[in-house]
């Protein structure tokens, strides 16, 4: 009977229009709300929202969590699994998923939700991310069998179905360094539970033996390096109660250090993000409150282990009745803006002031432009509804390369804002990158790795974590150049201690980066002053020299490519101490055959005991 609601829906309510229809689009709106053509219109009155490719197509899909308990014939009380289709639509697949064993309450009734956050994480390292569901009071695990189905596997995990826990969210995170995915749940109600992956499937509670059970109101919480030592630290983010902020101790332990770092808020927090706001290479932390009962927190990390709160300073301090909040650079400029939802849970009075229902709030920085700081882009961005909103998250859901967003509200239907930055533009100054990690010695997600990108136009940093409000999503880092042609480096610190650097990348392009495996220590250092200069001559009729300064000794592997992505030519050689490498190349396939004329593409590795550095670039192959 299940199916017969699912296929009455599908008649009922899917209506898919093609996106390039959208025609009435006013230039220079910067964003354009499409839930309805995208196929989110039955889709209703939810708490949190997730994306991941989950079924490795290559884009992004989106996983809503019902508000209320499961009723089998109330479609308004499902969760959803929407399968990206690639062309600007989602399918509802819940049920072709195996995601039917929704979560009923029978205890005790919820205030504010009875199904909260969806996390996605590859817990077992296969490629296909796996589904922790947050409940008000039985939190289940799901595992993707790679098939485009998921098994429950809870009880068999070693889970524990905690029957009086109020749980928000999940937040994945390898704290050990072992190389897979533990689980941290934070718990409205009682203490916060941290389960050691034991690599085989299951998981065991480590709390106590951790020290990490603090007691409070946690409704989010995220991981990042606070002290540079390769260990992830946890965030709580706690509801009038001081926030907690627990310093990793090599994985064998935590200490809070809230008050030290001067992160010991007492406002109602609810939601947060991370991101570099003022481009200093040092992660910043915004937290959304209740205003009226303290203004949100902007903590600017000073780079001296501390944080001041500048949201004042900053214009950011109010965002209503906060909940899920991003980072994002939205338009590509090359600084990260904010947006931040509100809702009222009820009509109450805080301070003497009745709490009423508030648009959601659009920041744009505007460091770019010589002030460090923000402005209120809401009525620019059109993003002002009023809905009582709680999840958020922004991707890139029509694959153009900006970013989209995605608002779940409780009372709604959800908001999908379309980004027009790439395809309204006419601005040569809004070129981006976007990067696939994937980690080998690190977890397969990578998360916790540090992303760094330079340009002529400046030096950009993302901390790669998934997490947000109500949820975690595994999702490329996005990066906007502004008006860069070159992306003259890329280092990518993985949460093992690896670094790999990427040399001359091109724009406007997705990148997958996979860790290069080493034996030495895990803390690396960086091998700095490697450049390659221009290939000469070039364009070239006989032979062609590409040049490589190396700073120290190790192997140079040089792979040449057609147009098509076809490999034609390959050579290696060893150096034993730094020196200029010039390596010519004939026109020639490796076994000696001449190639036609046209476009190649060179890339070169450069291999160390401590580090792999690439070398990427382009040549024109005249004559015949």
Known sequence: MLTNLYHYEMKS????????????????????????????????????????????????????????????????????????????????????????????????????????????????????????LANSRADQLYHN??????????????????????????????????????????????????????????FEDVTLRMGINGVGVTWTAVAFDINGDGFQDILDVNDTQINNLWENKSGQGFADVSLPYRMNDTGAGMGVTIGDYNNDGLFDVYITQIYNYLPNPLFKNTGQRRFENVAAAMGVENTGWGWGTHFLDYDHDGDEDLFA??????????????????????????????????????????????????????????????????????????????????????????????????????????????????????????????????GQSIKPVHVGLGAAELVERIIVLWPSGNRDTLLQVAINQKISIKETPREKSLNAPVISGASASSTFPNPFDKTTTMRFDLPRGGSLSLKVFDSMGKLVYTTEVQVDQAQRIELPWGGNTTEGVGVSSGIYLYEAVFTTLSEDIWFRGKMMKSGT
């Open 341 to 470: 939802v509100n809702g009222v849970v009820s009509k109450q009075y805080i301070g003497g002031q009745e709490q009423l229902d508030e648009p959601n709030y659009f920041y744009r920085n505007t460091l770019i432009e010589g002030t460090e700081g923000f402005v209120d882009w809401t009525t620019e961005t059109s993003t002002g509804e009023m809905a009582r909103a709680r999840g958020l998250e922004v991707f890139d859901y029509d694959s153009d390369g900006d970013l989209d967003m995605v608002v779940a509200n409780v009372e709604t239907t959800p908001f999908l804002y379309q980004n027009q930055t790439v395809s309204e533009s006419q601005s040569s100054h809004t070129n981006w990158l976007q990067i696939d990690l994937e980690g080998t010695q690190s977890n397969r997600n990578a998360f916790g790795a540090q992303v760094t990108v330079t340009t002529a136009e400046g030096k950009y940093h993302r901390l790669h974590h998934g997490a947000c409000f109500y």
């Open 145 to 202: 069998d790679g098939d485009g189905t998921f098994t429950e596997v809870t009880e068999a995990s070693g889970i524990v179905s905690c029957h009086t826990c109020y749980s928000s969210a999940g937040l994945w995170v390898d704290y050990d360094r072992d190389r897979d995915l533990d689980l941290y749940i934070p718990v409205l109600n009682g203490d916060n539970i941290l389960y050691q992956n034991k690599g085989d499937g299951t």
């Open 13 to 132: 309510h899917f209506t898919f229009i093609c996106l390039c229809l959208l025609s009435f689009a006013a230039q220079g709106q910067d964003f354009l709300r499409v839930e309805q053509e995208a196929g989110l219109g039955h889709v209703t009155r939810n708490n949190g929202v997730s994306v991941a490719d989950y079924d490795a197509d290559g884009d992004l899909d989106l996983f809503f969590v019902g508000y209320r308990s499961f009723v089998e014939f109330d479609s308004t009380t499902w969760n959803r699994l929407m399968r990206n289709n690639g062309d600007g639509t989602f399918t509802d697949v819940t049920i072709e998923a195996g995601l039917t064993n929704q979560f009923a309450n029978t205890d005790i009734q919820a205030s504010i939700g009875e199904k909260m956050g969806a996390s996605w994480g590859d817990y077992d390292n296969d490629g296909f991310p796996d589904l922790f």
